[in-house]
C-alpha cells in the first residue's frame, strides 16, 4: 500500500515526497479508479431509458460501496459491473481504452463533459446527491492539479489500465496450456496467493477521508456484529499500520487497532493502541472542540477508565483498581456523574473477585436510573439478577426482575441488551433444572429479528448471547440423545466463530463435553480421558471433575476420593453451589462401590439440603434418587418407593435420556425387592411391572448408546422372566446380553451397587 500511494505524485497533499501531517485535510483527490467510477456514471447517464428496472436498481445497490470503499484494481470493478449489467461493463471498458490509448487532451475534455451532467431545466443529476457530491468533489479536485500533476494522473490511468489489460492476457495464455499439471500447479498458485475475499475489503490504494472512515466504521461494524465478515487480525493490522505511518494522528485507526488487538488476546498492543488513542483525542483538540475546556479532562478520565476496563478483561485486577481509582478522583474532579457510574459499575465487577457486593450494586442501578442512562441501569438489573440465580432465589423474582429491565430495553430499543437478557433467562432456567423452559427462551432469541440496521449480508446476531444460547442448544440436544442435531449445532458454531474469534472458547468447552459425555456412555474410558486436559485448559473446575470422574468409571476409587476431596474444598471456597452437590453426589457413589453405605447418607443429605437451599430442583431431585438408591441399598425398598415417587417426575419431565433411564431402572430395583413380601399373584403383577420399568430403560438408554446399563438391563431382565417362567424371552435376553458382556470390560462390581 506503501508503495502504490508513494507512485502517485499527483496527489495535492504530498511535496517533494513527504506526507503532511494532515493528510486527510482534503475531502477527496483523483486517481484512476475513481476516474473509473467517473466514466461509468458517465455511461450509466448515456444509457438512460435504455436500461431495465432490475438493472438500474442493481447498478443503484452497486454504486454506494464503490464511491465509499477504497480503491479496487480495474479487473474487480469491471467484475462487479458485469454482476449487475454485462452491457454497461463493456461500454466502460471500451471508454477507458480510448481515452488511455489516446491522447491527453482526451482526459481533459472528459472532465469538461462532466459538468455538463448539471446543466438544464432537468439535470442528469442533482448537485446535492450523493453522486453529484462525488463528481463536483473529482471536479475541483481536478480543476486544482497542476499540469505536472495533470501528467502524472495520465500516466497513472495508463498504467492503471495496462495491468488490466497485462492480467487479462495472462489469463487467456494460461486457458491455451496443455500441460495439465501445469495448469493444476498455477491454479493451485493462484488460489493460495489471492484471497479474494480479504482483497475485496481490504485497502489497495490511498485512501481519502471519507474512504478511510468508510474503512474503519466498516471493520468495527464486522467486528461487533460478524467478525467472521472482517478481515483477519493479521491483514487488518496490516492495514491499519499503513493508514496510521500516512497519518499517525488518526485516532479511530488507533481504537481500531486496539480492537484488533483485543481478538488475539494481546495485551502490550492492545494497551499501546488505546492509550494512544486518548493521546491523538487530546492532541488534535476533537474532544475540546465538542465539549470546551472540558474536553482535555474528559479525555483523561475516559482514558483511566478504558484502561480499568482492559486490565479487568486479561485479570490484571491489582492495575485495573489502581486506574480505576485515578479514574475516579478526575471525574470527582470534574463533578462527572456520568463517568462515576460507569466507575462505579467496574468497581463492582472488581469487588465481586472478593466479596459479595449486592449493596454496591444495587446504588449503581439506582444511581443509573437516576442520572438517565437505561443501558448501565439494565446492566446492573442483569448483574443483580445473576448474583441472586447464584445465591438460590426464586425463579419467580428473577424473572420479574428480568421482566422490569426488559421494558427498559424496549422502551430505548436496546437490541444488544435484549438479546443478553433472553441469553440470562436461558441460562438461569438451565441452572434450575427446568430444560423445557431453557429450551424455549434458547429458541425464542434465534427467532428474533435484530433492532439495528446493519449491512446486507452481515449477521447481527454473531455476539456472545447467541454464543451461549446454541451452545445450550447443542447440550440440550445431546442430553436427549440427538448427536447428529447437537452436532449440526456446533458445526453451524464453527463456522459462525471461528476458532481465533472472541467467544470460540464457549463452544470449544461444550464441544468437549458433549464428546466426553459420549465416550463415557459408551465405555471408552481411554478417549474421555484424553479429552480431559481440553476441558481442563477451558475450565479447570470442569477438568477436575471430568478426570475424577474417569478414575471412578476406571476403579481407580482412592485417586478419585482425593482429587473430589480437593475440588470440593476449592468449590466451597468459591461458592459454587452447583459443582459442590455435584462432587458430593460422586463421593456419596465412591461409598457404595466401596461398600460404605451408611457413610454415604450424610453426604447425600447434606447434597440434598444444598440443593434445596439453592432451588437447584433438578439437582434435588437426582440427589433424591441416590438416597432412594441407598436405602434399597440398606434393605428398606418400600420406603425407597416411597421417596422415588416423589422425585421422578422433574426428572422425567426436565432430565437428560441417562437420567431418565437411571430412575426407571431404579424403581424397577426398588419394585422387584419389594415384591418379596407380596402374596404370589401380587409379586406377579410387581414383577411384570418391573420389565415394562425397564422395557423403558433400555429404550432410555439405547437411545444414548449407553451400553454398559443396557447390559445391566438385560441381566436384570433375564432373571425376572426366569422366574415368571418365561423361556423365549429369557433366552432372548441372555443372548443379548452376552454379545454386550464379551464387547465390554467386566467392572468386578456387583450389579446392585451401581446406581449410573
Given amino acids: 500500500m506503501a508503495s502504490v500511494h508513494e507512485s502517485l505524485y499527483f496527489n495535492p497533499m504530498m ?58 484494481p480495474l479487473s474487480r470493478l469491471r467484475k462487479a459491473i458485469e454482476e449487475s449489467c454485462p452491457h454497461l461493463a463493456s461500454s466502460v471498458h471500451i471508454r477507458l481504452k480510448l481515452m488511455a490509448e489516446g491522447e491527453l487532451k482526451d482526459m ?45 494522473l495520465y500516466t497513472a490511468l495508463q498504467q492503471y489500465f495496462q495491468n488490466d489489460e497485462k492480467k487479462n492476457g495472462i489469463d487467456e495464455s494460461d486457458m491455451e496450456l496443455t500441460n495439465t499439471e501445469e495448469l493444476e500447479g498455477k491454479m493451485e498458485k493462484e488460489e493460495l496467493d489471492v484471497p479474494l475475499r480479504e482483497e475485496e475489503i481490504s485497502c489497495s490504494g490511498p485512501l481519502s477521508q471519507k474512504q478511510a472512515e468508510y474503512f474503519l466504521s466498516q471493520q468495527a ?12 487480525p493479521a491483514s487488518l493490522q496490516k492495514e491499519l499500520n499503513n493508514l496510521l505511518k500516512f497519518n499517525p494522528d488518526f485516532a479511530e485507526a488507533h481504537y481500531l487497532s486496539y480492537l484488533n488487538s483485543l481478538r488475539v488476546q494481546d495485551v502490550f498492543s492492545s494497551t499501546h493502541s488505546l492509550l494512544h488513542y486518548f493521546d491523538r483525542l ?17 479525555s483523561l478520565r475516559y482514558a483511566a ?51 459479595d457486593s449486592c449493596v454496591l450494586l444495587e446504588h449503581s442501578v439506582n444511581k443509573s436510573l437516576h442520572f438517565g442512562l437505561p443501558y448501565l441501569a439494565s ?52 441452572l434450575y433444572g427446568r430444560s423445557t423452559m431453557a429450551l424455549q427462551q434458547a429458541q425464542t432469541l434465534l427467532s428474533m429479528n435484530s433492532l439495528e440496521a446493519v449491512n446486507v449480508g452481515v449477521q447481527q446476531n454473531n455476539t456472545e448471547s447467541f454464543a451461549v444460547v446454541l451452545c445450550h442448544l447443542a447440550e440440550l440436544h445431546a442430553e436427549q440423545g440427538y448427536f447428529a442435531a447437537a452436532s449440526e449445532i456446533l458445526k453451524h458454531l464453527k463456522e459462525r466463530f471461528p476458532p481465533n474469534s472472541q467467544h470460540a472458547q464457549l463452544w470449544m468447552l461444550f464441544d468437549q463435553k458433549i464428546q466426553f459425555e459420549r465416550a463415557m456412555n459408551d465405555g471408552r474410558y481411554h478417549i474421555a480421558d484424553s479429552l480431559v486436559a481440553g476441558i481442563t485448559a477451558l475450565n479447570s473446575i470442569e477438568g477436575v471433575y471430568r478426570k475424577a470422574i474417569v478414575l471412578k468409571a476406571q476403579n481407580q476409587m482412592s485417586e478419585a476420593h482425593k482429587l473430589l476431596q480437593k475440588l470440593l474444598i476449592h468449590c466451597q471456597k468459591i461458592k459454587n453451589t452447583e459443582m459442590v452437590i455435584s462432587v458430593l453426589l460422586s463421593i456419596a457413589e465412591l461409598y457404595w462401590r466401596s461398600s460404605c453405605h451408611t457413610i454415604a447418607l450424610p453426604v447425600l443429605l447434606q447434597a440434598l439440603a444444598l440443593s434445596r437451599e439453592y432451588s437447584l430442583q433438578y439437582l434435588a431431585s437426582e440427589t433424591v434418587l441416590n438416597l432412594a438408591f441407598s436405602q434399597l441399598i440398606l434393605g428398606i425398598p418400600e420406603q425407597a418407593l416411597n421417596i422415588l415417587h416423589m422425585a421422578i417426575e422433574p426428572v422425567l419431565a426436565h432430565g437428560a435420556v441417562l437420567d431418565k433411564g437411571c430412575a426407571m431402572f431404579l424403581v424397577a430395583k426398588c419394585q422387584v425387592a419389594s415384591a418379596a413380601s ?7 403383577e410387581a414383577l411384570e411391572s418391573a420389565i415394562l420399568n425397564l422395557n423403558e430403560a433400555k429404550t432410555y438408554f439405547a437411545k444414548v448408546d449407553c451400553k454398559e446399563q443396557l447390559r445391566d438391563v438385560l441381566y436384570f431382565q433375564a432373571r425376572l422372566f426366569h422366574t415368571l417362567g418365561k423361556t423365549q424371552e429369557r433366552n432372548k435376553c441372555a443372548m443379548l446380553f452376552r454379545q454386550l458382556h464379551q464387547e465390554l470390560p467386566a467392572h468386578g462390581v456387583p450389579l446392585i451397587n451401581a446406581f449410573k
Wanted: hydrophobic share 40%.
Fill in 379 to 430: 446492566l446492573g438489573i442483569q448483574s443483580l439478577v445473576q448474583q441472586r440465580a447464584f445465591a438460590g432465589k426464586a425463579a419467580n423474582k428473577l424473572m420479574d426482575a428480568l421482566k422490569d429491565s426488559d421494558l427498559l430495553h424496549w422502551k430505548h430499543s436496546l437490541s444488544e441488551l435484549i438479546d443478553i437478557s433472553i441469553a440470562q433467562k436461558t441460562a438461569i432456567w438451565r
Fill in 678 to 684: 407380596y402374596t404370589p399373584q401380587k409379586k406377579i
Fill in 108 to 152: 481533459e475534455q472528459f472532465f469538461d463533459d462532466l459538468s455538463d451532467s448539471f446543466t438544464g431545466t432537468e439535470p442528469e443529476v442533482h448537485k446535492t446527491s450523493v453522486v453529484g457530491l462525488f463528481l463536483r468533489h473529482m471536479i475541483l479536485a481536478y480543476n486544482k492539479l497542476s499540469f505536472s500533476q495533470v501528467y502524472k
Fill in 15 to 72: 511535496t517533494n515526497g513527504v506526507v503532511h501531517a494532515n493528510v486527510f485535510g482534503i475531502k477527496d483527490w483523483v486517481t484512476p479508479y475513481k476516474m473509473a467510477l467517473l466514466v461509468l456514471l458517465s455511461e450509466l447517464g448515456r444509457a438512460g431509458a435504455q436500461l431495465g428496472l432490475l438493472e438500474r436498481r442493481r447498478l443503484n445497490r452497486l454504486l454506494l460501496p464503490l464511491l465509499q470503499g477504497p480503491d479496487m
Fill in 221 to 232: 461494524s464486522l467486528l461487533k456484529n460478524d467478525e467472521t465478515k472482517a478481515l483477519t
Fill in 282 to 298: 487530546i492532541l488534535t483538540g476533537a474532544e475540546s472542540k465538542s465539549n470546551g475546556d472540558e474536553g482535555y479532562g474528559r
Fill in 305 to 355: 477508565l478504558n484502561l480499568a476496563a482492559l486490565h479487568c478483561r486479561f485479570g490484571h485486577y491489582q492495575q485495573a483498581e489502581l486506574a480505576l481509582q485515578e479514574a475516579i478522583r478526575i471525574a470527582q474532579e470534574s463533578n462527572d456523574h456520568v463517568c462515576l457510574q460507569h466507575c462505579l459499575s467496574w468497581l463492582y465487577i472488581l469487588e465481586q473477585k472478593i466479596f
